[in-house]
């Protein structure tokens, strides 16, 4: 592509970012937000200036296409913060206002502070993942067992379609937890390969646009754009300062793709394997009771781990997670009965 062919690009994309911010700053009248997306729409006005200038000859007129008018049609009717997801790949900025500096929580006023707040940050969600993992592997290969106990007594045919739950349940959750973390790794080095280029390109509106974000979310605008400036000077704090301030994302929580694969893959398999067990040893109904012992047991177990997340009552959540595993394994129970006794 043609030097003048990707100012012209430039252009259209700050344009369109102008375009959105304007529908954003109508959809939050009223609110401070509504100043700080007016402000980035001027800011991405006068960066589109910039590309323009670099084309050597007069910017056509702007019309928004087809995707831009659509995420309007959808900012207007359910607000920026429902298609936050969908905003930030459309080089949408500030979108941080809706995720932090909750009130009650200062906001960082140096550039020390910056830097052990997102130092402090991480992603701190592999133990969520596992017990959730955990939790989808012991109810659907519970209720598969169950399901093919009330259909049939055949031990071999047990076993046979629990191996073959927990292997086609962990393959299916691994790829598709595959598929989302490269997919938001894709967007994320996408997003902050156009923040570096920015920086590179127009530091000083990179700059303002950071300190629109820091004043609207309370601090002074002496202080927000001395607080900017300090930052942008530092290359490497400036990318990742961008990519949460403006863009809302979290380098942090970005793990390996294959790494989040095989974790998942484990942790559904580990569930799956509790109620399958018995069935490695046992026959027949006596397999049947101590399957079913073992997962009333991890059911319990899981529920109250949950807990650890909602800061409710262990017993209570460990008794509501036992009472959701019986009902479905009850029900697959009763539906295969139904069918083996049909079937015969």
Same mark, same amino acid.
């Given at each position: 592509?043609?030097?003048?062919?990707?100012?012209?690009?430039?252009?259209?994309?700050?344009?369109?970012?102008?375009?959105?911010?304007?529908?954003?700053?109508?959809?939050?009248?009223?609110?401070?937000?509504?100043?700080?997306?007016? +402000?980035?729409?001027?800011?991405?006005?006068?960066?589109a200036?910039?590309?323009?200038r670099?084309?050597?000859?007069?910017?056509p007129?702007?019309? /928004? *296409?087809?995707?831009?008018?659509?995420?309007? &049609?959808?900012?207007?009717?359910?607000?920026?913060? =429902?298609?936050?997801?969908?905003l930030?790949?459309?080089?949408?900025?500030?979108?941080?206002?809706?995720?932090?500096?909750a /009130?009650?929580?200062?906001? !960082? &006023? &140096?550039?020390?502070?910056?830097?052990?707040?997102?130092?402090?940050?991480?992603?701190?969600g592999?133990?969520?993942?596992? $017990?959730f993992?955990?939790?989808?592997?012991?109810?659907?290969?519970?209720?598969?067992?169950?399901?093919?106990?009330?259909?049939?007594?055949?031990?071999?045919?047990?076993?046979?379609?629990?191996?073959a739950?927990?292997?086609?349940?962990? @393959?299916?959750?691994?790829?598709?937890?595959?598929?989302?973390?490269?997919?938001?790794?894709?967007?994320?080095?996408?997003?902050?390969?156009?923040?570096?280029?920015?920086?590179?390109?127009?530091?000083?509106?990179?700059?303002?646009?950071?300190?629109?974000?820091?004043?609207?979310?309370?601090?002074?605008?002496? *202080?927000? &754009?001395?607080?900017?400036?300090?930052?942008?000077? *530092? /290359?490497?704090?400036?990318?990742?300062?961008?990519?949460?301030?403006?863009?809302?994302?979290?380098?942090? *929580?970005?793990?390996? !793709?294959?790494?989040?694969?095989?974790?998942?893959?484990?942790?559904?398999?580990?569930?799956?394997?509790? !109620?399958?067990? /018995?069935?490695?040893?046992?026959?027949?109904?006596?397999?049947?009771f $101590?399957?079913?012992?073992?997962?009333?047991?991890?059911? @319990? =177990?899981?529920?109250?781990?949950?807990?650890? @997340?909602?800061?409710?009552?262990?017993?209570?959540?460990?008794l509501?997670?036992?009472?959701i595993?019986?009902?479905?394994? +009850?029900?697959?129970?009763?539906?295969?009965?139904?069918?083996?006794?049909?079937?015969?």
């Amino acid at each position: 592509m043609t030097n003048s062919g990707h100012s012209l690009d430039g252009w259209r994309e700050e344009m369109r970012s102008a375009y959105l911010y304007q529908v954003m700053a109508e959809a939050e009248s009223g609110t401070p937000r509504a100043e700080l997306f007016n +402000g980035l729409a001027r800011e991405a006005e006068n960066q589109a200036g910039i590309w323009s200038r670099q084309t050597g000859k007069a910017a056509p007129g702007y019309v /928004p *296409d087809l995707r831009a008018r659509m995420v309007a &049609t959808l900012v207007r009717r359910y607000g920026p913060r =429902a298609l936050r997801a969908i905003l930030v790949a459309m080089k949408v900025r500030g979108l941080s206002v809706y995720s932090h500096a909750a /009130p009650g929580h200062p906001l !960082p &006023t &140096t550039l020390e502070e910056v830097g052990k707040r997102h130092r402090g940050i991480s992603g701190g969600g592999n133990l969520r993942a596992a $017990v959730f993992g955990v939790n989808d592997g012991l109810v659907s290969n519970a209720s598969l067992i169950l399901g093919v106990a009330g259909a049939s007594a055949n031990n071999s045919i047990i076993l046979l379609s629990g191996v073959a739950g927990l292997m086609a349940g962990a @393959f299916s959750m691994a790829a598709g937890e595959y598929v989302s973390v490269r997919s938001q790794r894709e967007m994320f080095e996408h997003q902050i390969g156009l923040e570096r280029d920015e920086l590179e390109e127009y530091p000083e509106e990179e700059a303002e646009e950071l300190a629109l974000i820091y004043a609207a979310r309370g601090l002074t605008r002496e *202080d927000a &754009t001395k607080l900017a400036k300090a930052i942008i000077a *530092d /290359p490497a704090q400036a990318l990742d300062t961008l990519a949460r301030e403006e863009l809302g994302l979290n380098p942090d *929580d970005l793990g390996s !793709p294959w790494g989040a694969a095989i974790f998942s893959f484990l942790s559904f398999a580990a569930g799956a394997l509790a !109620p399958l067990l /018995p069935f490695f040893a046992l026959n027949g109904s006596r397999a049947l009771f $101590v399957s079913i012992g073992i997962t009333a047991l991890a059911l @319990f =177990a899981v529920g109250a781990a949950i807990s650890l @997340f909602t800061g409710r009552s262990a017993l209570r959540d460990g008794l509501r997670m036992l009472a959701i595993g019986a009902t479905a394994g +009850g029900l697959t129970y009763t539906i295969g009965r139904f069918l083996g006794v049909s079937l015969s």
